[in-house]
């Protein structure tokens, strides 16, 4: 078991990472999985647990706390009459396909690569959030048929490979197909539940060697992390969504962009060795 001296310092910077996760969670609908990826992998990987799966792990985790993180979520913004029901029905079931087509393709993979898919998309996402603009239009209704199999498919496949809830992807996407801002936002946290639940689930089953895994690990979750991030995260996902209801969240899109662009410039660099 790692020392008491390391395990009280990463308990206590995941209860901060914690809390910050849900008000990002709630503001923004880009869920916490941005922030808690690399954080998972700071913390594990200080504590001495660096294996060739210690990416599935945290990706895992990660997706685990984005279970309750969303569910808290909808309920808040349902309560607000801002969830599109007809639109997560609509894209439901390839979400969840998505989903468990990440879940094999991330437990086949070695850390090192998921850290640089991890990278590059985090890039390029908060590229998007800096640059993006609000005019922007793919359409004026969100799509149907095959095309929405195909974007809802891939949503979920590429948020198992971050780790995140959809919501990243998702708010743009339902964007630039015409729905408002505050509408995309809601929908976006019902996104990460129908990730999270399957591919969680999926997770659970994943292989991973004894000696590579932190203590209480099931699967590829770990069962403290999920614990300490969500008892933060019930408590200011509510406080997120009441500040996503009355902020101009362009500013702070920003900021967050720029900061997602540093973590994920950092987990390129690790990937690549520097």
């Known amino acids: 078991m790692p020392d008491l001296s390391l395990i009280l310092p990463m308990l206590a910077l995941l209860l901060a990472i914690g809390a910050v996760a849900g008000v990002i969670a709630g503001l923004l609908g880009v869920g916490g999985g941005l922030i808690l990826v690399p954080a998972f992998f700071y913390?594990?990987?200080a504590l001495g647990y660096d294996s060739p799966q210690i990416m599935q792990i945290c990706l895992a985790t990660s997706l685990s706390t984005i279970i309750v993180t969303s569910v808290r979520s909808v309920l808040a913004h349902h309560a607000k009459g801002a969830v599109d029901w007809a639109i997560l029905r609509g894209w439901a079931p390839g979400l969840m396909l998505g989903a468990v087509l990440g879940v094999l393709v991330a437990s086949g993979l070695r850390s090192v690569v998921l850290q640089g898919?991890?990278?590059v998309l985090g890039v390029l996402a908060g590229g998007y959030l800096a640059?993006?603009?609000a005019n922007w239009r793919?359409?004026?209704?969100m799509?149907?048929?095959a095309l929405r199999a195909a974007l809802s498919s891939g949503v979920g496949f590429l948020a198992v490979l971050?780790?995140?809830?959809?919501?990243l992807f998702g708010v743009p996407l339902m964007t630039v197909y015409g729905q408002a801002i505050h509408r995309a936002v809601a929908t976006a946290a019902g996104f990460g539940l129908l990730i999270a639940v399957p591919s969680v689930i999926a997770f659970l089953l994943v292989d991973i060697a004894p000696e590579g895994r932190p203590p209480l690990t099931i699967g590829a979750v770990n069962l403290p992390a999920f614990a300490v991030i969500v008892a933060m995260t019930l408590l200011t996902t509510p406080l997120g969504v009441r500040l996503a209801h009355r902020l101009d969240p362009k500013p702070l899109r920003r900021v967050f962009a720029l900061f997602a662009i540093v973590v994920a410039g950092n987990m390129l660099r690790k990937a690549a060795g520097f």
């Open 131 to 133: 640059f993006g603009r």
């Open 162 to 167: 971050m780790g995140i809830g959809g919501g």
């Open 143 to 145: 799509p149907g048929g």
């Open 43 to 45: 913390a594990f990987t």
């Open 138 to 141: 793919l359409g004026v209704a």
């Open 117 to 119: 898919i991890f990278g």
